[in-house]
């Protein structure tokens, strides 16, 4: 696999994780909780582009659910990232010596001024991560999250479902 090569710290989330997401404001208090699972798909194309597609199933204790979905192609020395929501990227921090560091940044398509910024760095064993994001508006952050996973699988095609691949909004399930 292309990125295997190339990324293998990227390549390395390719699976199914289970976690909890905590957003913070810019003052550190609690604003949202809630537990997440994440489908990493990672293929090659029959035309040789690598790709990688993520969907996140985030779930509430009032039973709520909202299932996001992007993807992305490797070219260079990363792989990009452009739907109607984001324009962005996701690659190996190449100066981190521990090869464990993974980079994501991004904006919103349709907020000019709104940037994001994730560090996740995976455990020597690949079965745990840690994510921190930080979000900025005009140039100001205005909060943060915290995430703590743990890989539940490395075969992604056993929790796969076709109801994974768009976009919906919170809401009972």
Avoid at 19 to 31: F, P, T
Avoid at 91 to 109: C, F, K, Q, S
Avoid at 132 to 137: L, N, V
């Amino acid at each position: 696999m292309i990125i295997t090569e190339k990324q293998p710290i990227v390549a390395s989330q390719a699976g199914v994780w289970e976690g909890e997401y905590v957003h913070l404001d810019a003052d550190h208090n609690i604003i949202d909780r809630h537990k997440s699972r994440l489908v990493c798909r990672l293929t090659d194309g029959p035309d040789g582009e690598a790709k990688l597609a993520q969907t996140n199933i985030y779930t509430w204790d009032d039973g709520t659910q909202e299932i996001r979905y992007f993807d992305g192609t490797f070219k260079g020395d990363r792989v990009w990232i452009k739907n109607d929501l984001i324009d962005g990227f996701v690659g190996a921090l190449n100066y981190d010596e521990t090869n464990r560091t993974i980079m994501v940044g991004w904006t919103r398509t349709h907020e000019p001024d709104f940037r994001y910024y994730e560090m996740i760095t995976v455990a020597e064993d690949n079965q745990a991560k840690n994510r921190t994001w930080h979000w900025y508006r005009k140039g100001r952050l205005f909060q943060r999250t915290v995430i703590n996973e743990n890989r539940i699988s490395d075969d992604w095609q056993a929790y796969d479902d076709p109801s994974y691949y768009s976009f919906r909004p919170r809401s009972a399930v």
